[in-house]
């Protein structure tokens, strides 16, 4: 939890944390459909090159 020192605030922490928790919570409940989902989709065959300012 080293990063979360980054936080000024309890709020601010909270803001950030809670979306996070879900994505993962929602992670872990589609694991067992994540191949049947990630099998049609090609990799890419070349890389686009980076954008620089």
Do not use: G, H, N
């Amino acid at each position: 939890m080293m990063y979360c020192v980054m936080f000024s605030s309890e709020e601010k922490y909270r803001d950030i944390i809670l979306p996070f928790t879900v994505l993962r919570r929602l992670d872990a409940l589609l694991v067992p459909t994540k191949e049947k989902v990630l099998a049609p989709i090609k990799p890419p065959t070349a890389r686009a090159k980076p954008y620089r300012i």
